[in-house]
């Protein structure tokens, strides 16, 4: 089911990153990502009792356990890039750009979100900010992050990147193999990061891909690869810095793959009973944040006492930005426009 | 006393089926250990071993899969994780399994199951209701059951059918809807592609299919405070349709509204309707009606949600219209 | 005297569309230097170095492409192969395209071409009429003009829409529809969403679209002999659907037949009557009638697909009938 | 735009044939393999002028260059194997027990032919047989092949394969891709050709991916791969047969890529101008009727008198099959029973 793989392996067109150290890695940096992760994990853990208080009706899904991994995209892009999280991308969506606030507003359908109670929780974005918004069929943003990318081709824009991430179940999906191939041969400075946390839902890998190393896909593409250590910050932040600064040099498209564990259901219905005990107790298992910490810590680049009162200051945002949206307006059906046209009138 | 939901229903006609006929076998996403996202095959991967499987996230090849296995004698059914889902497996299933027969004289018994319709919060996405989708291609079969019992005995049918069968199961009805026992085989009530007259009336009729059925029951009830006796038609196939109890039911009433939970353009509604006026016009004392969701993807926020789609209130406002045309 | 074919006009509207608005790119197997399987783009690429784009087998990622491209204010202009092969980007048009500025508030100005409807040879997969399929889902303007000029002037009006277009180019017009000038701009003669009364008439409406409208009015021609005068309505654009003109239309004649190529449930043909029976019901004096294609894949051989599809022939029959009513 | 490979290079899973005199190969199968092009090659003739001629309507769409590379699969197909062939594979058509009367009678439309004039040209097969009749949209048939796997793995049936072959165009499709992940999930005794004639209709291989070599996918799955030289029937023939023989031996799927060119258009309205003249007389461009003609006589298996008795009794066959179906009725519509159900009634 799952295959732990040495951190370093070499696929074919694989580029290891010269490790923790590498490049673009600062203090700064890992300060930034380590308090967004943080703010990802109590907004999470926010939305959940929401959820469970009956707050939120239909779902919520989370990222619990891939903060390391998705910030670790988010904190590398910058404005004028264009990103398409994915799922489990609370964490990179906030790095990129997207608010507490909005979250909030999303899940809980306030009119007063950017998708005004007409869209929710993961499927919410502004895409006129190079933010997409994912539509639930996996595999579908690849090639919508390339068409951007093509668009900014078009305009002569140069150094900025696209990005999107996928479950390893995605990448059995036709769109994600169409979106790759059209990527490479487009030569588009478009990053995927695959987020291997060996489920799909209940699916366990082996009844998801056969290949002994989702990387070898890379080689068949005809793309840069690369892998990252997914719980662990540091290494996705070298990693990731690396392969999206491939992109922005125009190397073309880069896939990352990482393995991980996701630390939590699918979604909040879902106790994730299928994931065997001694997979959660593996190094896979270990939770990023905590590693993320120590590993700051360790590097002196972060106290103890910051971290904490880091915590406090979050979880005071997070409290307070909720209470505030509790007490928003829904959406009213009467005032909704019901047209799904943008230059026609309604009932077209 | 223990009651058996539709969603239950849908699972031991399942159950019943792999029993029954070891042709049949079950392919979807986490339907396996796991049991289904809506627990619809729960326990039959271990009743049945090696005949629930998990498949990828791969609706093209999974439809593709079963055409193949179908070709061979098998008798699959195929689960879409959601019925907005099958918009990935759509090219297999209306260029190859609805084609497969007339081009070459090879049968495609096959059964796309789609969790379909709408529940509050979930959206664009996880709430489609594709049914007039697959109705426009011949060669399809198309089932929305209204009830545990159909949901049971037209499952079994659709397994048994020759030809590929859409099976639009509704999200809404799996935990709302109970019955205390199941019919012990198909046609003990109604034959496949019959339609059933849910309520007899006397004022209008009201065809409905799917969760519409039982907004349309609602209705019709309330309109009883008004003295209306409202006839209440579930389609029960909308591909078949029964036109001869539809135009039965008209002659009786004069006055149709059909109410479909899917967009209007080319729905069911929108086929009930033409079919009405072209076969039944001089059966009609007033213009034929439909009500259908409004014109935008399904909504998130339950209170759009609620009003996006018609709900036993405005089916009683459009048959209190309806009455006074 | 040279004149333009319904193909040159579409390779001319997107010539003008590329030289006027710098956003305008397209995109599709074959169309770079080969100029597309059917030539609609012949030159342009050579004229417009790196706009005209040759795409991989990958209909999915191409309609995702053109969406992203859309979003960040280009307009794309998607060509599919064939009609037929639009299935495999479905999901990205239905999905995506249709609704991301409901969702978003960031409109898709996309057009896809789909090069669509029957030849003699062409068969279940070259043949297929899609419009009824992609005009249920709100969000997606649906065109299907019947002559050059609307060809020309309807592929400007749709890559200057804030919403995605399918366009629904019939292939058997391409070349044997021909006309001597071309209108200086779109709207000349009448604005998008449209319909245009082709032929005037007193005693029966045929609404058309695309193919159909020119066995409708050979149709009406022939009744000419039996001292009939059809009137003949051209829909031009299938979503928005312009019920004022049929309406008016069907004042005047009392009657009304609807034909469309693609298959019956569900069509445009349904859609039509629908509206017709529910708002225009006391304006007919028989019950409204539709003819569309046989309910079989598009069959390959000439002699099927002839008796097939809707002719001027059997458009005829159906006027026969329906004056008779 | 094409990228001309050493036949043996090795990809990353690789199996490389043991040559030209491998296993499988004997005599008589490169004798039969032989008559066989040439029926599919003047049975093809035929049919280009019959289309020249008007008697033909729709489309022609030959496998001129490519008889070889489908020969060899279609040859190493037994009774209870299943067969899905694609646009080019009247050879392998021909070698799995198609006929030049069926052929004829699917393109001319006569109601006698498998399709009964329902469908046409190369959409033939009789499924009921293990010969699938293709759908045009590409990529379809791989997963197609892997159901009828699937049940005679329910039926307990050993040692049958599934066959498919696809253009490199095809590998673009997402279907092509969800059916070898599936494959290779399920471990199915599957074998795809994919026939890289560097062209897909007009557009060249490098608007069509940017891997620098196809095989590079077979890791990427998890499958085994094979490289054979495309117009060499010796090469091909012992390739394929031990990729068909490693399928059959339980070694799951095989994915075999061969270099080749079409010596024709698309179709016979296309004169594939967009060719270059270099390309086609480059070692690619080589007649493999006329490469095996050769061989088979190096060898001494076939000699220059019976290949030409053999051409002119093939030639003679094709010749009054013609003539027989061209007199054979067509369908009647009056007569058709235009019902797409198999179980309802027509006008359901
Ligand atoms: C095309 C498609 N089919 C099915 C689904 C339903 N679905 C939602 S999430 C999911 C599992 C995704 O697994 P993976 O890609 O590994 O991401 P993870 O949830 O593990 O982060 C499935 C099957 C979907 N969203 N899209
Ligand atoms: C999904 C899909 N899109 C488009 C087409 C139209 N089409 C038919 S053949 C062809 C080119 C195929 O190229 P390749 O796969 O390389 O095979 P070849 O023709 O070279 O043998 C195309 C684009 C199709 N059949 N299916
Ligand atoms: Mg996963
Ligand atoms: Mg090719």
């Keep these: ?213 989702l990387l070898a896909k890379a080689a068949g593409y005809g793309v840069q690869g690369h892998r990252a250590v997914g719980n662990d910050l540091v290494d996705c932040l070298s990693v ?43 190094p896979l298992g270990r939770d990023c944040l905590e590693l993320a910490k120590q590993s700051l810590v360790e590097r002196e680049w972060l106290s103890e006492e910051e971290a904490a009162s880091w915590h406090k200051a979050v979880e005071k945002d997070v409290e307070e930005t ?17 047209n799904a046209f943008a230059s026609l009138g309604r009932n077209h | ?26 392919y979807g996403q986490d339907i396996g250990v796991f049991g289904g996202a809506f627990k619809a095959t729960k326990n039959l991967a271990k009743e049945f071993p090696g005949r629930v499987l998990d498949a990828p996230i791969s609706e093209d090849a999974m439809v593709g899969l079963a055409i193949g296995a179908a070709i061979e004698g098998m008798r699959p059914i195929v689960e879409m994780q959601f019925a907005d889902f099958s918009t990935c497996g759509f090219n297999q299933i209306v260029n190859q399994a609805a084609t497969l027969h007339y081009r070459t004289g090879t049968p495609c018994p096959i059964v796309v199951r789609l969790p379909s319709g709408g529940t509050p919060g979930s959206g664009p996405f996880h709430s489609q209701s594709m049914e007039a989708i697959y109705a426009h291609y011949p060669g399809l079969v198309v089932m929305t059951p209204a009830t545990v019992e159909d949901a049971y005995t037209m499952m079994l049918e659709a397994v048994a059918l020759e030809d590929p069968v859409i099976f639009c199961e509704h999200k809404f009805l799996y935990y709302h809807l109970k019955a205390e026992k199941l019919p012990k085989f198909p046609g003990e009530e109604l034959p496949f592609g019959k339609a059933r007259i849910t309520r007899p009336g006397r004022d209008a009729t009201v065809v409905a299919y799917s969760a519409m059925v039982h907004e349309a029951l609602a209705a019709a009830e309330e309109l009883t405070q008004d003295g209306y006796d409202i006839e209440v038609v579930d389609l029960r196939t909308v591909r078949p349709i029964d036109t001869d109890t539809i135009l039965a039911s008209v002659a009786r009433t004069g006055r149709l509204l059909v109410v479909g939970e899917a967009w209007p353009w080319g729905g069911v509604a929108a086929e009930v309707v033409a079919r009405v006026a072209t076969e039944g016009f001089g059966l009609l004392d007033a213009p034929p009606q439909r009500l259908n969701a409004k014109e935008t993807p399904v909504p998130y926020h339950p209170a759009l949600w609620g009003t996006h789609r018609p709900t036993a209130s405005s089916v009683a406002n459009s048959l209190r219209q309806l009455l006074e045309l």
Aim: glycine letters at 12%; hydrophobic letters at 35%.
């Design chain 1, 1 to 213: 089911m799952t295959k732990p793989k040495s951190a370093k392996t070499k696929g074919s067109q694989e580029k290891s990153s010269t490790g923790a150290t590498a490049g673009v890695l600062t203090a700064e940096l890992a300060r930034r990502a380590y308090r967004t992760m943080l703010e990802a994990r109590l907004l999470e853990e926010k939305l959940a009792a929401l959820y469970r208080s009956g707050k939120i009706v239909g779902g919520v899904f989370l990222g619990r356990g891939q903060e390391a991994l998705s910030v670790s995209l988010g904190v590398h892009l910058r404005r004028g890039d264009i990103y398409a999280p994915l799922i489990r991308d609370q964490a990179g969506r906030l790095a990129f750009g997207d608010t507490i606030l909005d979250t909030l507003r999303t899940y809980l359908g306030s009119s007063l979100g950017s998708m005004r109670g007409r869209d929710g929780n993961i499927h919410r974005g502004r895409p006129s900010e190079g933010y997409h918004a994912m539509i639930s069929h996996l595999g579908a943003m690849v090639s919508t992050v390339c068409g951007s990318l093509v668009a900014k081709r078009f305009r002569g824009e140069k150094g900025t990147v696209g990005a999107t991430c996928i479950g390893e179940g995605g990448t059995s999906t036709g769109s994600f193999h169409e979106g790759m191939n059209m990527a490479a041969v487009e030569k588009l400075p478009l990053v995927v990061v695959v987020a291997n946390n060996q489920y799909s839902y209940s699916t366990p890998n082996d009844r998801q891909f056969a290949c002994s190393d």
């Design chain 1, 240 to 282: 990731i810095g690396e392969a999206v600064a491939a992109a922005r040099r125009g190397e073309g498209p880069q896939l990352v793959v990482a393995d991980l564990l996701r630390l939590v259901g699918h979604g909040e219905h879902d106790d994730a009973s299928y994931i065997p005990e001694a997979l959660k107790k593996s």
């Design chain 1, 322 to 338: 909720a209470s505030k949206v509790l007490r928003e307006p829904a959406p009213d059906p009467t005032e909704e426009d019901w």
């Design chain 2, 1 to 26: 006393m223990s009651s058996i939901t539709y969603l239950e229903a849908i699972r031991l006609a399942q159950q019943r089926a792999l029993k029954e006929d070891p042709r049949v076998f079950i």
